[in-house]
């Protein structure tokens, strides 16, 4: 098995060496990226308006706030998405790229955006996590955009993510194969 990981974009790579991330966590942005742009893919080409470079970028950086809450790459917790949305806004980041990391655990709240419902949808599927209420979402999305009906647009985006599914383990194993602290 090749532990490999996919390219991040160059600014968010610049941006986790300079804050030493840790190289499991620098892993699963990559691997969680990975999976955004399938989805990305799937839902551009199914006529869903969206900013696929906020979806790129909000997949590389929706967890950067464990650099600063490290404990949270092992463990449960949350604080990690306030702390990560400071950190790329102290950065720089303009909001529009920085609210995933705030964001991305909260993708039942109103006003969410099509772009974070891919980050949050993309976050639960590179390890095979379904999460009913946050596809349907999805689901509701492609619907309106493609006029198709509901459980058609539903039946597409169920064979796309059971075929992501299918490579969870290999990721999943990638991962795993970074060690959870620098040096």
Known sequence: MTTTLPPLPPDVADLLRALDAPPRLVAHLALVGEVAERIAEFCAGEGLA???EAVRYGAATHDIGKTAHPEELSG???RHEAAGHALLRSHGVPEHLARFARSHASWGEPGVTVEELLVSLADKAWKNKRVRDLE????DRL??????ERWEAFLALDDLLTAIGEDAPRRLAVQAAHPVRTG
Do not use: E, I, N, Q
């Open 50 to 52: 969206f900013d696929r």
């Open 76 to 78: 449960p917790g949350s």
């Open 136 to 139: 349907d979402l999805v689901v």
């Open 143 to 148: 619907a309106a955009a493609t006029g198709r």
